[in-house]
C-alpha cells in the first residue's frame, strides 16, 4: 500500500530514521549520563536518581554479573519486580554487560514461573522479596544459578530504606515467609563498586529481551527482541514525539510495569534518550497514594491503559491536582473509550492519544498525531519505516476502509518467537511481515482503526459483532463505570452479545442499559444478557480480560 500517511505526518516528523545511530540500548543511557549528567532520571519512593547515578549503580551492577556470578554476553536475567528504583538500574547493568533480560510479571503463579523460567533458559533472577514464596514452589524443577533478593526500600539511603523494609515486612506484613536464599540487592551494589567492569561489544543483531505474551491463545511465547528491534522502535518513538519534547525537561509518569512492553519501551528507553524524568508509580490501584505522588511533580506527560485514565477521571484527588504543566497522555495496551478520553479532557484539557503496538513489534506500530487536540476514536498512523497492510482471509491485501488482518513490517518486527518455529512461521510470512491477529481498517489519510481482535468476534446470525464497539456504546451511559462484551452460545442464532458491567450509578438495571444501547446499534448488536458486577477481571496492566469472562 501507497504511504498515504507521510502527508498527515506533523510538519517536524521525519519520515524516517538512521539505525547506525546507536549499536545498542546501553549506548542510550551513556549517550543521556554525558548530556544530562544531574538531570533526574528516575524516581520512586520520594527518591531521585539522576543520570550519573543511574549509570554508576548501573555499571556497578553489570561488573558483579561478570565478576562474582560469571555471567557473560548472552546469559539471561529475569527481572521480577514492580516499578521500583531497582528495576532501571539491573536493566541496563544486564544490558552494558550484554546479557539478555527476560520480564517477568511479578503477579505470576507458579505454573506460569515456572514455564517462564525453563523456556528462557533464565541463569539468574532479580525478585522482590515480597514474591519469592512464589519462586521456592518451583525453584527445584528450574535451572536458575543465581536468585538476587531485593526489598521495596533498598534502594532509599539508610535509614529511610530500615524504615520502610521493616514496615513492609513486619507491619504491614506484605512479605510471606519463604526459605529462598540469596545475594541482597544493596550488598551486589556495594561490592560491585570495587570491581572492574569490562565493556561488551554488543550489536544490532544480539538479543537484547525475551519478552513474553501474554498467554491468551495458549501458552505464554517469548517474543526474541534483537537490539536492533528496540532500537528502531525507539528511534521511530522518538522521532514521532521528539518534537513536541524539551529534550532533558519532560517528566512522565509511569504508572504501567516497566516489564511491560509498552512502559519499557517509552516510558524508561525513549525517555531516558531525552534526558527526561521517569516518575515510577509502584501500586497505582492506591489511587491515593498515587494521586498524593501526582501532586508531588509537575508532570509533562502520562501513559496508561483505559482503565487507568478511568479509574484517575473517576477519583476526587485526581480532579483536585494543577494540570498546568500537561501536554501529552498517551494510551495503548487496550482500546481507549471515546468516554473515558472526554471525561479525562474535561478534567486535564487535553484528550488521550491512542496509539497502537504489539509485544511482537517493540512495541509501537502507530500513533495518533501529538499535536491533535481531541480524541479521535483511531489508532493513529504509522510511525516512520513503518509499512502496513490490511488483509483478507486469502491473505489478498483489502482497500480503504475494507476490515480485514492488520499485517506489519519494519525494523521494530520481532526476530522470532524462542525456540518455536512453527509458530514463527503462523505469523511471520517469508517477506517479513508480521500478522497481528487484529481485525482494522485503514482510511484514505492512512489513520488504521483496530475494529477488535480476530479470536474476540462475535457472530450474531452470522453477523460480524466486535466487542469493542459494544463496550464504546455501553460506556457512554453515565451509570456505568466499565463493562466488557462477549459472545454466548445461543441455539438459535450461534451466539448473542452478552455485557458485564460494573455500577457508577447504584440505580442502573439492565432495562436501562437495553435502551440505551438501542439508541446507538442496529438489532442484533444489542445486548440480550447484561450481569452487573462488583468488578471485572483484569490482566497486570489493567486490561479487561475477555477469556475469564467467557470462562
Known sequence: MEAVWFKQYPEA???????TQYNNLAEILAESAQLYPDNPAVSNLGVTLNYTELDKKATDFAAYLQNELGLDKGDKLALMMPNLLQYPIALYGALKAGIVVVNVNPLYTPRELKHQLNDSGADAIVILENFALTLEEVIDEVKLKHVILTQIGDACPQPKRFIVNFVVKYLKKM?????????????????GASLNFKPVAVTHSDTAFLQYTGGTTGVSKGAVLSHKNMVANVL??????RPFLQLGKETIITALPLYHIFSLTVNCLLFSKAGGHSVLITNPRDMKDFCKTLSQHAFTTITGVNTLFNGLANTD??????????????GGGMAVQQSVSDAWQKITGIPILEGYGLTETSPVVSMNPLDATEYSGTIGLPVPNTDVQIRDEDNKELGFGEAGELWIKGPQVME???????????????????????????????????????KDMILVSGFN?????????VALHSGVLEVAAIGEPDEVKGEVVKIFVVKKDPDLTKKDL??????????????????FRDDL???NVGKILRKELRQ
Not at 516528523?13 to 539505525?19: A, G, M, Q
Open 465 to 473: 459483532v466486535y466487542p469493542n464497539e459494544i463496550e464504546d456504546v
Open 175 to 191: 512479605v510471606p515467609k519463604h526459605s529462598v536464599s540469596g545475594i541482597k540487592f544493596t550488598e551486589l551494589l556495594a561490592k
Open 416 to 454: 522470532a518467537y524462542l525456540n518455536r518455529p512453527e509458530e514463527t512461521a503462523k505469523v511471520i510470512d517469508v517477506d517479513g511481515w508480521l500478522a497481528t491477529g487484529d481485525m482494522a481498517t485503514i482510511d484514505e489519510k492512512g489513520y488504521l482503526r483496530i475494529v477488535d481482535r480476530k
Open 317 to 330: 484527588a485526581f480532579k483536585a491536582l494543577d494540570f498546568q504543566h500537561l501536554k501529552l497522555a498517551i
Open 537 to 539: 477481571p483484569k490482566s
Open 13 to 19: 516528523v521525519e519520515k524516517s530514521i538512521d539505525l
Open 236 to 241: 521511530q518513538t522518538d522521532a514521532w514525539m
Open 514 to 531: 437495553i435502551a440505551h444501547c438501542r439508541e446507538h446499534l442496529t438489532g442484533y448488536k444489542i445486548p440480550k444478557l447484561v450481569e
